[in-house]
């Protein structure tokens, strides 16, 4: 299986379209991993628990799962038997206060205290605000899903980090997407004065949410644009931006920025340039 490695790039700095990059974290092994039934914790969100039961069977291949309400969750989480993907507002340290739910995994821990307190995390992706955004986090479930599952691949049977994001390394190993890139409008920190933006060897469609919903929900081959950020920014947010394939499920880019009344949430124009300029149409 491909490994996909999670992207984040510093504040304010642009890696070129499908960079990727690598998460930093303690010291850690979930061997076992495979072999433990993965639990997957409804949130009582009725969009995204149907996309939980709909599309988990499609992307989750690491191991047995099943689904489980918070309150079974409650009496699992003190067994070693049992992993837990969870989605939480309690994950990037800082940032857990930022308005932002995170698609996060752990392991059961007999210490384990309230909600998710005294588990072990072993990695965490930024899944949507914490108001439940605007409900296309139930379409983008699955790839945020293969994310987490990519990740837990790339450090299984080997000892490894858990904790919090600290530092990313950016890289070129995609190199050109051969294909479309669709944005919706909504999701740019800045309003387009065209339909499409495009440049020498590229183009970047800027379209409409249901349009961006319609292609990762249709698995088009082409990447989709997706944003993480607060409903209501206060000083030190932050917001994730991604490319992701709808047909593979991959996560192909991943952008950290911090939010201010001169930086909005949402792509920018800095972003955008460097998509037209490493992708092209077929």
Known sequence: MKK???????????FPACAQAKLETKK???????????EMVLTGNPLVDAAYRSKAQDVWHISPFEFCTAAQFEQRKKSEDYYFIVITDNSFGKETSAGIKFLSMYKGNPKAGEG??????????????????????????????NAVQQQ????????????????VKGSNAMGDWPGKIILAGSDLAFTADSKTLSSPGGAVSITDSDTVIEAMENRENCLVGYVVAPEAPEKGSVCFTYLINPATCELHYMHRRNISPSSLAGFTKAELKGFALHSFEK
């Open 4 to 14: 996909i490695i999670l992207t984040l790039a510093f504040a304010m700095t642009v």
């Open 28 to 38: 850690f092994r979930i061997s076992d991993l495979c072999e433990k039934t993965m």
């Open 116 to 145: 998710v307190e005294g588990l072990y995390k072993i990695t965490s992706v930024p899944f949507c605000g914490a108001g439940w955004g605007d409900g296309r986090e139930s379409a983008f479930l699955p790839a945020m899903l």
């Open 152 to 167: 837990a691949l790339s450090i299984l049977g080997r000892e490894f980090n858990i904790g919090d994001v600290v530092r």
